[in-house]
């Protein structure tokens, strides 16, 4: 059974930094595709980073420069290095895993691997 697990969020104030993790067990980790995903309230998910099996980066527009996804696969962690948070870095975070090649997107994806999400709040 695969288990997606979100730690590190807390509350931080603008322009601080936090690191966000996710553990998995039940799936050979360097074989997936990871990304973190984040939704605020009354909004929509919306993807933050990901990075693929070969380590190729990618980053939605509002974070690039300031968070960094990176993973340690003997540990089967992924992690989300958040640097100069603002107010509107306010959401649950979410890690997701996924195989399939094509849902290695910044798009939330049904079929993909969730975990529960951590709160990260960030006030001004």
């Known amino acids: 059974q695969v288990q997606v697990v979100e730690s590190g969020g807390t509350s931080v104030q603008e322009g601080g930094s936090l690191t966000l993790s996710c553990t998995t067990s039940?799936?050979?980790?360097?074989?997936?595709?990871m990304g973190w995903f984040r939704q605020a309230p009354g909004k929509v998910r919306e993807g933050v980073a990901t990075?693929?099996?070969?380590?190729?980066?990618n980053y939605a527009d509002s974070v690039n420069g300031r968070f960094t996804i990176s993973q340690d696969n003997a540990k089967n962690t992924l992690y989300l290095q958040m640097n100069s948070l603002k107010p509107d870095d306010t959401a649950m975070y979410y890690c997701?895993?996924?195989?399939?090649?094509?849902?290695?997107?910044?798009?939330?994806?049904?079929?993909?691997?969730w975990g529960q999400g951590t709160q990260v709040t960030v006030s001004s």
């Open positions: 997701s895993a996924t195989r399939r090649r094509v849902d290695c997107v910044l798009a939330p994806r049904r079929n993909n691997a």
């Open positions: 039940g799936l050979t980790f360097r074989d997936h595709c």
């Open positions: 990075i693929d099996i070969l380590g190729t980066t």
